[in-house]
T-cell receptor, first 115, second 115 residues
């Protein structure tokens, strides 16, 4: 079984709809991240969480919200989807060894199309 | 501001040829540097990372990278490319911002391998 799973893998929705993307991990990591990937732009950080009570905005948080329901679960919501939120979304996890340089482990991605 | 530049958007090589993917970073402190690979339809996987010590780092799948502080570079190399290496490659630098470590990714280099 995969260590980091994302559901759904693909989603088509309409402008104005609320949508939630879910991420679960079995790695026991405290840190979780949401990124979006757009062609030619690489990955950009949306939100991150270093533990259940810690939520932080990333580079492009406008239009998104998150919920850390448990150590293993981190959900990303689009309250009112718009077409320029069409992208590939990745969840990632990492552990904290206290020195930096920790590897991030990525889920397989959710491809979202907003019509 | 911290940034990562991958000057080549797309590179094509023949199977068996050598490969070098370029990465330059901008970060004031000693960097933690990473190369990730994204195979088609997959999430990102760590190839290798540098955070101290020997400036030539060995990774998985026969890849290596060399950290050159004087050139602010961390180029990825492989002596003989295989068709399965066709993928998109991302360089990343870990930055410390607001007391939190985060990854800043380059925009990626897509590798095509010709038979």
């Amino acid at each position: 079984d995969a260590d980091v799973t994302q559901t759904p893998r693909n989603r088509i929705t309409k402008t104005g709809k609320r949508i939630m993307l879910e991420c679960s991990q079995t790695k026991g990591h405290d840190r979780m991240y949401w990124y979006r990937q757009d062609p030619g732009l690489g990955l950009r950080l949306i939100y991150y969480s270093f533990d259940v009570k810690d939520i932080n905005k990333g580079e492009i948080s406008d239009g998104y919200s998150v919920s850390r329901q448990a150590q293993a679960k981190f959900s990303l919501s689009l309250e009112s989807a718009i077409p320029n939120q069409t992208a590939l979304y990745f969840c990632a996890t990492s552990d904290l060894a206290g020195r930096g340089g920790e590897t991030q482990y990525f889920g397989p991605g959710t491809r979202l199309l907003v019509l | 501001a911290q940034s990562v530049t991958q000057p080549d958007i797309h590179i094509t090589v023949s199977e068996g040829a050598s490969l070098e993917l370029r990465c330059n970073y901008s970060y004031g402190a000693t960097p933690y540097l990473f190369w990730y690979v994204q195979s088609p339809g997959q999430g990102l996987q760590l190839l290798l990372k540098y955070f101290s010590g020997d400036t030539l780092v060995q990774g998985i799948k026969g890849f290596e990278a060399e950290f050159k502080r004087s050139q602010s570079s961390f180029n990825l190399r492989k002596p003989s490319v295989h068709w399965s290496d066709a993928a998109e490659y991302f360089c990343a630098v870990e930055v410390l911002e607001g007391g939190s470590e985060k990854l800043v990714f380059g925009k990626g280099t897509k590798l095509t391998v010709n038979p």
